[in-house]
């Protein structure tokens, strides 16, 4: 017989490494696939509901002035700012829009901008409707549209 007996030793703390990595790329490929299919189900079923609508109730009377609401998208922060007279909105605007923020939501400015428009035009942010492949972007600026005018909104 002609075969070489081989050894490999391998020391626990490379086993142990080896082990954790394996682990660790298990675990992200199962949440990526969950995340993929559990999307898809809600793209699904927001087609076939159409387009979707937050409602969030604002009184018509507001305290004239500029108020603002944060929003922290991946760590940096957005604020949207909304200007009021005495009985309506007059303007929605994003501040603090970084490049990297824009990048990384190429969505966020047009669907900003859609909302705004309906918003300004409808006086509140109820009954406002949006794409379904909007949805969670619209929901966000919508509710962070809703915190500003809370503040100004008169009991």
Do not use: W
Request: aromatic letters at 4%.
């Amino acid at each position: 017989m002609n075969s070489k007996t081989k050894i490999i030793v391998l020391h626990r703390r490379e086993l142990l490494i080896g082990a954790i990595a394996a682990v660790i790329a298990i675990l992200l490929l199962i949440f990526m696939i969950s995340s993929l299919a559990g999307g898809s189900k809600d793209a699904a079923a927001s087609s076939v509901n159409g387009a979707k609508s937050v409602s969030a109730g604002v009184s018509a009377c507001y305290t004239p002035g500029v108020y603002r609401a944060g929003v922290s998208l991946n760590g940096n922060a957005v604020d949207i700012e909304v200007t009021v007279d005495k009985n309506s909105i007059q303007n929605i605007a994003l501040v603090n829009l970084s490049e990297p923020v824009t990048t990384l939501y190429p969505s966020l400015e047009s669907t900003f901008s859609e909302l705004c428009a309906s918003v300004i035009e409808s006086g509140s942010t109820k009954n406002i409707t949006y794409p379904a492949e909007n949805k969670y972007t619209a929901t966000m600026l919508l509710n962070a549209i809703q915190t500003a005018l809370d503040k100004c909104t008169i009991q």
